[in-house]
């Protein structure tokens, strides 16, 4: 059940192809999320890593805000 959670797509039905652009943003952000987490707690220089995480993010809500339901960007 946490792969569900962690690669949560949209309610909206999508072509397979924006499907795949989806789940592969969303693979980016949840493997930069825990590389910026690792960095952080082993206090290593964590700042490249911080920037990369939030711009995937962004990205990540982009894509739902536009192509998706935006009752998705809620949880």
Same mark, same amino acid.
């Given at each position: *059940?946490? @792969? $569900?959670y962690?690669?949560?797509?949209t309610?909206? #039905?999508? &072509?397979? &192809? *924006? ?7 969303n693979?980016f952000? !949840?493997t930069?999320?825990?590389? %910026? *987490?690792? +960095?952080l %707690?082993? #206090? +290593?220089?964590v700042?490249?890593?911080?920037? !990369?995480f939030?711009i995937?993010?962004a990205?990540n809500y982009?894509?739902i805000a536009? $192509?998706g339901d @935006? %009752?998705d960007? $809620?949880g």
């Amino acid at each position: *059940m946490i @792969p $569900l959670y962690l690669l949560h797509v949209t309610a909206v #039905q999508h &072509s397979e &192809s *924006m499907l795949w652009t989806f789940l592969t943003c969303n693979v980016f952000v !949840v493997t930069a999320g825990i590389v %910026f *987490m690792y +960095k952080l %707690f082993t #206090q +290593k220089k964590v700042r490249n890593a911080g920037i !990369v995480f939030g711009i995937a993010i962004a990205i990540n809500y982009i894509l739902i805000a536009i $192509l998706g339901d @935006p %009752f998705d960007l $809620l949880g």
